[in-house]
């Protein structure tokens, strides 16, 4: 069992940046690909960027390729994600993930955070 809960959230205007960070529970963390997803208002959610359990390997979605960044601490139970040069569309509720395969739908996941929200202003 893994709990999840997301920080780092808030309001900044484009061209900024911001960290996100999520903590987990539990023991088992190292052992978990962690992704990070998000969901506009009436739009479906969206994969954002994927680490591997040891973090030696990342995926992107191409909308943040070369403007996000995640990472992980396996001492620390954290996984991050750096938002650099934030676009107004990325305004959306962020939400970290844990599952057994480093995968680009959220149904291959299978514990969840309740979400931060990020709102960049144009």
């Known amino acids: 069992q893994v709990q999840l809960v997301e920080s780092g959230g808030g309001l900044v205007q484009a061209g900024g940046s911001l960290r996100l960070s999520c903590a987990a529970s539990g023991r088992t963390f190292r052992s978990y690909v962690m992704g990070w997803f998000r969901q506009a208002p009436g739009k479906e959610r969206e994969f954002v960027a994927a680490?591997?359990?040891?973090?030696?390997?990342?995926s992107y979605a191409g909308s943040v390729k070369g403007r996000f960044t995640i990472s992980r601490d396996n001492a620390k139970n954290t996984v991050n994600l750096q938002m650099n040069s934030l676009k107004p569309e990325a305004t959306a509720v962020y939400y970290c993930?844990?599952?057994?395969?480093?995968?680009?739908?959220?149904?291959?996941?299978?514990?969840w955070g309740q979400g931060t929200q990020v709102t960049v202003s144009s």
């Open positions: 680490i591997s359990w040891r973090g030696g390997s990342t």
């Open positions: 993930a844990a599952g057994p395969s480093q995968a680009h739908y959220g149904l291959a996941y299978d514990y």
